[in-house]
């Protein structure tokens, strides 16, 4: 069996007979040249390192250098009697060969895009990862005396129309809301968002979040819903690209964030936008700040193939129908100002104009027909409040006019023009105790008591008794439906104390252990102030028509991670009697 040789610089190498084996040593280049060759390092790298290495020889060294390199140099290899020999090579060499090696390699990972040492890729600086988990426990707690008459027109419109006409033979009445027995549950919320900066004044967003359905103003999954314990659905919850092209100047393009300063008595905390928006906001003297946003937003669009399949008819009724697109377009603009140390206030006003929105009466449309020409003016979402009406002009079957069906859809009975002024005063005594006092006025300019009052299905006033049609008799009389009492006002007023005021609330917050808010609200919001499809989904059961107290509070028990409870007690303004108090509890951490 041969045996393994060292051969050191300075020594000869030993053998079996040492007389036998010549003296080797280690020739650097040749060294460099064996690590191209196994691929450790590239071609340019090796002249780099041999360049750098290459020092003049000193005067008090030629002559020992001389002398070595007079000698035979160690070569490795196997000797005719089978011995291995492996030249040596001294650790200063091998310490100076790998900081050589680093620093090259260092090198060509900063200039191709690698990690330096201890360093991420510079692109994935410019990625941010952020999101936030919710478990919620929920109760909805209702008045026993509650009317049980509230027609579910969201359904109705979501699903196939309702047959009007009760003496049809096999007639069906229509989905009613809950409005007497208790439910609870236990709710869960998840979003997940990366955002990206493309270049100092280019960045992008998207998320996506949990959800029911395609809400736009929920992203809350029931736990056991429809499929008991079965997996749950993720959204596209956002995905926008923000310009920036001067400081304090944005413009959002897509689905993105409220960019507008207002409250739930609008939009509701968990709402997104669709479409395009330009913001504003700057300093224009000590203390004071303006601000503004304009945008145009898509509402709804209709379907490209959007009409009947029937054959054409003397009311010409059948074939594609005009478009029935739907817009919101709106303008804001504010100021803030610090009057004092630790005091400010900011006040601003806006205009909410919704294109389209209004229900249309549809051309005269057969009892058989299975589309008419203004279905798509029904609200695509919408959840209890606003003032509704029929809108399909259906021509009854002339063998049977009594019996004949009146498949109806419904559409907002008003329009919708809005006038909003919203305030806040804060005093931040400390870093753990500041006082917010803010409040809102919103008025619907779009609306028309006359015309609206013709054709309310809903919010209507106590039943009249009015003469019997029907009979001579003056003394006969017969029950009718109250006049409208719908309204346009709206108004809200809201205090909060605590170290961080907005605490699960609207808006971005962070939080420390110990940070914490209190705060008590009253809210009067009548049936056609606002959309109600948009509105605040927690109070009542969503929408509009209602007023009440909600008085709550949360805390910090660990690095933005919060406990929260809050009570709701709110009843409808118009129509029926229909009270509901609701009990939320939330536990929830961001990042």
């Not at 709710?187 to 029911?212: E, P």
């Not at 979402?381 to 063998?399: K, S």
């Not at 939080?511 to 989904?537: C, M, P, Q």
């Amino acid at each position: 069996m041969a045996t393994l040789a060292l051969a050191a610089t300075a020594r000869p190498a030993w053998a079996q007979d040492q007389s036998a084996v010549p003296a080797t040593t280690v020739d650097p280049r040749l060294l460099v040249e064996q690590l191209v060759a196994e691929g450790v390092i590239t071609r340019e790298q090796a002249d780099r390192m041999i360049a750098r290495a290459t020092v003049p020889v000193q005067p008090h060294l030629a002559q020992g250098q001389a002398a070595q390199t007079a000698q035979a140099p160690i070569q490795g290899g196997v000797t005719a009697d089978g011995t291995q020999i492996v030249p040596y090579v001294p650790k200063v060499v091998r310490e100076q060969i790998v900081a050589q090696v680093r620093e090259e390699l260092g090198q060509q990972a900063q200039a191709q895009g690698w990690a330096r040492p201890g360093e991420t890729p510079e692109w994935t600086r410019r990625i941010q990862l952020y999101g936030d988990v919710r478990m919620r426990g929920e109760g909805r707690f209702y008045d026993k005396s509650n009317a049980d008459i509230f027609t579910d027109y969201g359904a109705i419109n979501q699903g196939e129309p309702q047959n009007i006409n009760d003496a049809t033979p096999g007639w069906i009445a229509p989905a009613f809301v809950n409005s007497r027995e208790d439910r609870q549950r236990f709710r869960l919320r998840a979003r997940l968002g990366v955002h990206a900066r493309i270049a100092d004044w280019v960045s992008a967003d998207i998320r996506v979040a949990t959800g029911n359905d395609s809400s736009p103003i929920s992203t809350n999954q029931t736990l056991g819903a429809e499929t008991g314990t079965g997996k749950y659905q993720l959204w596209l919850d956002r995905a926008s690209i923000r310009l920036t092209p001067v400081s304090g100047v944005n413009l959002d393009f897509g689905r993105f964030a409220n960019p507008f300063w207002t409250s739930d008595l609008i939009f509701d905390n968990d709402m997104n936008f669709d479409g395009v928006a330009v913001s504003a906001n700057g300093e224009v003297s000590g203390g004071l700040r303006l601000f503004g946003t304009a945008g145009a937003f898509p509402v709804f669009n209709t379907d490209l193939n959007f009409g009947s399949r029937n054959a054409p008819v003397e009311s010409a009724s059948s074939g594609a129908y005009k478009s029935q697109d739907k817009y919101l377009l709106a303008a804001q603009a504010g100021f803030e100002v610090m009057p004092a140390d630790g005091v400010s206030a900011r006040l601003s006003g806006a205009y909410f104009r919704y294109a389209n929105v209004e229900g249309k009466r549809s051309a005269p449309c057969q009892f058989y027909e299975l589309v008419c020409s203004t279905d798509a003016t029904r609200p695509a979402f919408q959840q209890f409040g606003n003032t509704m009406f029929p809108i399909r002009n259906i021509v009854a079957d002339p063998l049977n006019p009594i019996t004949s069906p009146e498949n109806q859809y419904f559409g907002l009975a008003s329009r919708f023009e809005l006038l909003h002024v919203r305030g806040s005063v804060d005093y931040r005594a400390s870093d753990r105790f500041a006082v917010r006092l803010e409040g809102d006025y919103v008025r619907n300019l779009g609306w028309d008591r006359s015309v609206i009052a013709t054709r309310a299905v809903n919010n209507l006033g106590p039943d009249m008794q009015v003469p019997n049609p029907n009979t001579p008799d003056p003394n006969d009389t017969m029950s009718a439906p109250g006049a409208y009492a719908g309204g346009n006002i709206s108004w809200q007023g809201r205090l909060s104390v605590g170290s961080v005021l907005n605490l699960n609330g609207q808006g971005d917050w962070t939080a420390k252990r110990g940070d914490w808010n209190a705060f008590v609200a009253y809210r009067h919001l009548e049936s056609d102030a606002v959309i109600d499809a948009f509105a605040d989904s927690d109070f009542h059961i969503g929408g509009t028509n209602v007023k009440g107290w909600q008085i709550g509070g949360n805390y910090a028990f660990a690095p933005n991670t919060i406990l929260g409870a809050r009570w709701l007690s709110a009843e409808e303004i118009a129509d029926a009697p229909f009270s509901l108090d609701r009990l939320f509890v939330d536990i929830m951490t961001r990042f």
